[in-house]
């Protein structure tokens, strides 16, 4: 059974820091794509960042609007993605899930609100 | 950065009803690429259809999808008071992966 628990989340403030961590079973995780996708009752589902396998070199790929302040990271040995947020904006609110790419996100964890305010 | 814009925003349904949602892309999507997700008050989305028309485990088959190119859709054959909930057309053509805004589906 795939299973995905994020955590890390909270209330911060504009322009502060936050990381995400994501831990990950039930499937191999070395050889996933990993995403983080953040949702808001403003913006609906949005696409934040992805990481790719080590065959992939690791390449890294983001969301116009966190580029330059959020990085994605992974530790292969914990199975576990991260995910660092910096000069954090009130628009950064939301629930952020992690999610392995199959093409699909096919698997969903229940996700860590981040809560940006003064 | 392809753009996917739902129709309708909202919607009520009446039981045994049949319902459609589209789903318009700015660019032209493989089929291949284009995912439908749907997601209940108090829950994580949750993976409905894959690839424009392949229905993911579990999922009943009053549902199904069709489409290719810029247009696509998906169908709830007889709506039950289960599909209550918000429908999501997803991308993975390209980078930035993008989500329609959602249909929210109720009932009558």
């Known amino acids: 059974e795939v299973k995905l628990e994020e955590s890390g989340g909270g209330l911060v403030q504009p322009g502060g820091s936050m990381k995400l961590s994501c831990a990950a079973s039930?499937?191999?995780?070395?050889?996933?794509?990993m995403d983080w996708v953040r949702q808001s009752p403003e913006k609906g589902l949005e696409w934040v960042a992805e990481?790719?396998?080590?065959?992939?070199?690791?390449?890294?790929y983001y969301a116009e609007s966190v580029k330059g302040r959020f990085t994605i990271s992974r530790d292969d040995s914990k199975s576990s993605v991260y995910l660092q947020m910096n000069s954090l904006r009130a628009e950064d609110t939301g629930i952020y899930y992690c999610?392995?790419?199959?093409?699909?996100?096919?698997?969903w964890g229940q996700g860590t609100l981040v809560t940006v305010s003064a | 950065e392809i753009v996917l814009t739902q129709s309708p925003t909202t919607m009520a349904a009446s039981p045994g009803e049949k319902i459609t949602i589209t789903c318009s892309a700015s660019?032209?999507?493989?089929?291949?690429?284009l995912h439908w997700y749907q997601q209940k008050p108090g829950f994580s989305p949750k993976l409905l259809i894959y690839?424009?028309?392949n229905l993911a485990s579990g999922v009943p088959a009053r549902f199904s999808g069709s489409g290719s190119g810029t247009s696509y859709s998906l169908t709830i054959g007889t709506m039950e008071a289960e599909d209550v909930a918000t429908y999501y057309c997803?991308?993975?053509?390209?980078?930035?992966?993008?989500f329609g805004g959602g249909t929210k589906l109720e009932i009558k």
């Open positions: 999610t392995p790419i199959y093409g699909s996100f096919a698997y």
């Open positions: 039930g499937f191999t995780f070395s050889d996933a794509w």
């Open positions: 990481i790719r396998s080590k065959a992939n070199n690791h390449a890294t």
């Open positions: 660019s032209s999507i493989s089929s291949n690429y």
């Open positions: 690839r424009t028309s």
């Open positions: 997803q991308q993975g053509n390209s980078i930035p992966r993008t």
